[in-house]
């Protein structure tokens, strides 16, 4: 483990995570904080008091972070870069609110159906990946990045050409938390692996339908005593899940370009890899932490490199 | 207008409307209560309280009643008719907490997804409007009964023969309530028509497309300065009622089923006929409020007919 160069951070909406990393980003330490809805405005003194502990021993270093810090409500806004964006764009393109913090932008795009569409913080999850994954350096690549707002990006030899955003995450968390559809679970429980598949089955044998016709099914089953009641939220899952898959397989998934490569949790890229398989689609799974921290220790290289340049 | 001759009631999970009703239906007074889910168990102490006051000049008047209070949180279980089902045949399904009182079942079917389904409180609005509106009662017609949980019913010669239920308000008020995609409006206001048409209108452009993928536009179309923020919930309205009407008809609609009668507020219905001619499918209004009141009145002419059958 080498000696710390640098501070990498993932500062969103509701978590701040702070590391301190060594040149290659191996993590020595780290911190975390409040988001940046929760900041009050006071970046730089969040910052500081969060780092403070590592300067005596590793004096001031640069930091590069990514995510909602540089959105409107951030530190300072970092925009849009717009596809098609090669790496060294994304990181040339970060913004610094002071002389020793970066803030890598996030991407735009026109997507499949001529709307407009917005990513920040998986930029900096494409860079790592695009570092631990050489094969996603080549050809068309197809990535997931499963979450709140699930992104589908499309890779041309390593550059981000276009993607497509889905609310799976958010449509699961509010229909679980607030519908009728499901019973509010007690505990937070692991999904259901097998009510998971049931739901990504069943979806599958009508891929046309519309997801809004298929939801009411989380209660009827329960009701028609088809379903337990504590597995409605995994069969709900796999609705979701399957129509997110099927979609954008049909929009944007061409033959020959491999597997999809799953960015996330295990948790997460385990049952998009469910659905995947369910139409024969390999998947292929990246750690989303680790990405996004070869993802920054990228960014950071790249601006330590040129330092004439950078101080002229 | 008449004498009072029966007490009609819709008894839902959030409210209760109580009506006391001549002979045909016509209104002579109406009351309101708490809904099933919060009745706390005293349906019969609610219902004589409200009903009290109608007493002195009415003297006991029967009662009917539809909706929750019908479930398993209602005051008695009326269970599901299993569809096919005919007007006479849910209105002899009735239960009766005690002698005067009635409450009407509601049905269950097999989708066409191969799910069970359920409806109760809207058999009593299709009930309504067979004695409404004629034309339903011959050849293959379709109805819509727009609102929280939508449900598509086709009828043959005046039989439900099946339905399908669609989540469509559910999900609108729980995305406009509380998720990123549209800023939560300080009050309510109706729904921005052009703004509605223009979510109907980009849906349509790619009906096969899954919802999810279009959900992000609300918000995206925002940020890229194509929809004021004021307008992104009729947006989101637009791609919801959209995707209900486009899945339901490719589902259900068959060629010379004539228009789509669409039951409920007057709001709703203007929603969903606009949705519907975006297809060239006409659309036929019926009140829901009046089309409740007409199912109520011809329960109680069928159940009040063989008095000497019902005291045998």
């Given at each position: 483990m080498g000696e710390a160069s640098f501070v990498a951070g993932d500062w969103g909406t509701s978590h701040l995570r702070l590391f301190l990393c060594d040149a290659r980003g191996a993590v020595l330490d780290s911190g975390s904080g409040p988001g940046a809805a929760d900041a009050g405005g006071g970046f730089s003194e969040i910052f500081d008091s969060?780092?403070?502990?590592?300067?005596?021993?590793?004096?001031?270093?640069?930091?590069?972070?990514?995510?909602?810090?540089?959105?409107?409500?951030?530190?300072?806004?970092?925009?849009?870069?717009?596809?098609?964006?090669?790496?060294?764009?994304?990181?040339?393109?970060?913004?610094?609110?002071?002389?020793?913090?970066?803030?890598?932008?996030?991407?735009?795009?026109?997507?499949?159906?001529?709307?407009?569409?917005?990513?920040?913080?998986?930029?900096?999850?494409?860079?790592?990946?695009?570092?631990?994954?050489?094969?996603?350096?080549?050809?068309?690549?197809?990535?997931?990045?499963?979450?709140?707002?699930?992104?589908?990006?499309?890779?041309?030899?390593?550059?981000?050409?276009?993607?497509?955003?889905?609310?799976?995450?958010?449509?699961?968390?509010?229909?679980?938390?607030?519908?009728?559809?499901?019973?509010?679970?007690?505990?937070?429980?692991?999904?259901?692996?097998?009510?998971?598949?049931?739901?990504?089955?069943?979806?599958?044998?009508?891929?046309?339908?519309?997801?809004?016709?298929?939801?009411f099914e989380c209660r009827s089953r329960m009701l028609g005593g088809e379903l337990a009641a504590e597995n409605a939220a995994a069969y709900l899952s796999g609705l979701l899940v399957a129509s997110d898959v099927h979609g954008a397989l049909s929009l944007l998934s061409i033959s020959g370009s491999g597997p999809v490569y799953l960015i996330g949790s295990s948790e997460l890229t385990q049952l998009y890899a469910m659905a995947l398989a369910s139409h024969g689609c390999g998947a292929s799974p990246v750690d989303g932490a680790a990405a996004a921290l070869a993802g920054l220790a990228q960014v950071h290289r790249r601006i330590s490199q040129p330092v004439a340049a950078h101080d002229a």
């Open positions: 969060l780092t403070a502990r590592w300067q005596p021993r590793s004096g001031a270093l640069p930091a590069v972070l990514c995510g909602m810090v540089g959105s409107t409500i951030g530190w300072i806004h970092a925009p849009y870069l717009p596809c098609p964006a090669v790496p060294d764009q994304i990181a040339d393109g970060c913004v610094a609110p002071r002389r020793d913090v970066h803030i890598v932008p996030g991407l735009s795009c026109h997507n499949r159906f001529a709307a407009p569409d917005f990513l920040r913080g998986e930029e900096t999850q494409i860079l790592g990946a695009l570092l631990l994954v050489p094969a996603l350096r080549n050809g068309r690549r197809l990535l997931c990045l499963p979450g709140t707002h699930t992104k589908w990006a499309v890779l041309q030899d390593g550059a981000v050409q276009e993607f497509l955003s889905a609310p799976t995450g958010e449509l699961f968390a509010l229909l679980s938390e607030h519908s009728v559809l499901v019973r509010k679970l007690s505990q937070k429980s692991a999904v259901d692996a097998d009510a998971f598949r049931e739901g990504v089955s069943r979806f599958n044998e009508y891929p046309h339908a519309q997801l809004l016709h298929r939801l």
